[in-house]
């Protein structure tokens, strides 16, 4: 087999070592991971295969899952997970094995949202502290699907990374002829203080612990590197009330019904499919986030200067604005004024890591 080179910013998931080895001896796994070429860590011994150009550097329990709904493919009972940690990331497995195709096809070509990724990277580019002289950039997507936001905006990054825990979301980015990487958002396989920019767009509120991995971004992230945040449902979004809480309950017979006419319900196609989505969407079925917590998670993971904003809007100057017809109308039967963006738009932040305060020389010491 011809030399694999092994992208220089992996490192273990589990035990954080920069050690990892190619091998071409893996101990044999259920399919699909019943390859037996990947990577071996030297210093905890844990295998990460590599199948069809993923590169899977699973944590334990993400190795855990992966296995079991691969064993229940093959016709064993379904999987069990253990905790609601488990079941939440299990259901986005499942869903995004099933789904992974229509999703991008409906959404790769979506103009406004391709633009509002690009203008996000764009200001996330400008509030990186400069790096290193020859220092090599990376940019990685938490969340990736099937690569909607790897095509612009990596102008001038030798390393565009895709991670997901769908590993057939990741076959869509290897044929892109990205870096797909098989791996949870709460334990990021990349070296420490390496990464310029982490971005993670409509996949916060996927992640049952999103604080950890606002803490995993942080610490694989440079001294002046961004982690970038958005498309993410408010606690505000999310609050229906009166007729607006029984028109947003009644909307799932709807859309299953829709969903027998139009793929773009895709997501709606049968009670299991939106039980599971549900589940999957963790954050936003429990009613979304608050401004302050996010805040809270980027300050105590020592990302500083944050911005938090909704969609695009930076510099706070539009207050008000049209939501979408049925946001409009769940606003106003709630007795919330449709017209105020806070009520309905999605969150985005972005923080930079902390620059440490080198120590001051003998010589300035005395000055
Ligand atoms: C709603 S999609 C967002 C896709 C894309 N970023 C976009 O903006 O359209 C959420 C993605 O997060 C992935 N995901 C969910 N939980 C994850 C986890 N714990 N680690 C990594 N990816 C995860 C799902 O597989 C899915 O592809
Ligand atoms: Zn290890």
């Known amino acids: 087999m011809s030399e694999v080179t092994i992208?220089?910013?992996?490192?273990c998931p589990e035990c954080d070592s920069a050690q990892l080895t190619w091998r071409e001896d893996l101990s044999p796994a259920v399919a699909p991971f019943d390859v037996s070429e990947g990577l071996r860590c030297e210093n905890c011994e844990r295998e990460f295969p590599r199948v069809g150009g993923v590169w899977v550097l699973w944590s334990d329990a993400v190795k855990r899952l992966q296995l079991l709904q691969a064993e229940a493919g093959e016709g064993s009972a379904e999987p069990e997970a253990a905790d609601l940690s488990e079941?939440?990331?299990?259901?986005?497995?499942?869903?995004?094995?099933t789904i992974s195709e229509s999703y991008g096809e409906h959404h790769d070509g979506i103009r406004p949202y391709t633009q509002t990724l690009l203008f996000l990277k764009a200001l996330g580019d400008d509030f990186q502290a400069p790096p290193p002289e020859g220092h090599t950039r990376t940019i990685i997507d938490v969340g990736?699907?099937?690569g909607v936001g790897l095509d612009f905006g990596v102008n001038g990054y030798t390393h565009v990374v895709g991670v997901d825990l769908s590993l057939t979301n990741l076959r869509a980015v290897v044929a892109k002829g990205r870096l797909a990487v098989l791996a949870d958002a709460e334990r990021l396989p990349f070296r420490e203080n390496a990464i310029d920019m982490v971005t993670c767009f409509a996949t916060l509120h996927h992640l049952p612990k999103p604080e950890v991995f606002v803490q995993s971004a942080s610490h694989i992230l440079r001294e002046g590197g961004v982690l970038l945040v958005a498309g993410e449902p408010t606690r505000a979004a999310?609050?229906?009330?009166g007729l607006g809480r029984f028109v947003f309950d009644a909307r799932k017979p709807i859309y299953r019904l829709?969903?027998?006419?139009?793929?773009?319900?895709?997501?709606?196609?049968?009670?299991?499919?939106q039980r599971l989505n549900d589940l999957a969407e963790h954050g936003r079925t429990h009613g979304g986030m608050e401004p302050e917590t996010l805040e809270g998670f980027f300050a105590d993971a020592g990302l500083e200067d944050l911005q938090l904003f909704y969609d695009t809007d930076v510099s706070h100057f539009r207050p008000y604005g049209v939501p979408d017809w049925k946001m409009g109308l769940l606003k106003t039967l709630s007795f919330q004024n449709p017209f105020k963006r806070s009520n309905w738009a999605n969150l985005s932040a972005m923080g930079r890591k902390r620059v440490r305060q080198s120590k001051p020389t003998e010589s300035e010491d005395a000055s």
């Open 238 to 241: 999310m609050d229906h009330r």
């Open 258 to 273: 829709l969903a027998r006419r139009s793929e773009k319900y895709f997501l709606h196609a049968n009670r299991e499919q």
């Open 144 to 146: 990736c699907a099937a």
């Open 87 to 97: 079941q939440v990331k299990l259901a986005n497995i499942k869903i995004y094995d």
């Open 7 to 11: 992208p220089p910013i992996f490192a």
